[in-house]
């Protein structure tokens, strides 16, 4: 399985969103604008990355959902945003076979992710 952090596209696409979580502190609707993003990721990985999009699909989901999960209580706009777009990362598009993909490797290609990215 491959990681998306050498990827300037997807990392570009996480910065959208981590961006578009930020303005939603400050009352901005952003659903449509990561709907959006969210279908540029999907677009680019089956025209780009034809063997392997869903492993990449997965650990993009996941890494969305660390940082969800990572991000402090008080800041549930921000929060919401993320999981929102992880949600928008549906399973049903993902095929049966990358369903059993285990998530302590996915979990590991994210922190590597968030390393190259200088992030703890």
């Known amino acids: 399985m491959k990681t998306y952090s050498n990827d300037p596209f997807l990392k570009n696409s996480l910065d959208k969103i981590l961006g578009l979580a930020t303005l939603t502190l400050y009352g901005v609707n ?3 604008a990561v ?3 969210i279908d540029g990721v999907f ?3 089956t025209t780009n990355k034809p ?3 869903d ?3 997965l650990a ?3 890494g969305l959902t660390t940082l969800a999960d990572r991000a ?4 549930t706009s921000y929060r919401k945003t993320l999981h929102d777009a992880a949600l928008l990362i549906r399973m049903t598009r993902i095929p049966p076979h990358m369903k059993s993909v285990d998530s302590t490797q996915i979990a590991s290609l994210f922190q590597k ?3 190259k990215m200088g992030h703890s």
């Not at 402090?72 to 800041?75: L, T």
């Open 113 to 115: 992710f968030q390393l």
């Open 60 to 62: 993009f989901k996941s």
């Open 51 to 53: 063997r392997d999009p």
């Open 72 to 75: 402090d209580e008080s800041m």
């Open 35 to 37: 709907d959006g993003v």
């Open 43 to 45: 677009h680019y990985l």
């Open 55 to 57: 492993a990449f699909l």
């Open 30 to 32: 952003v659903q449509l």
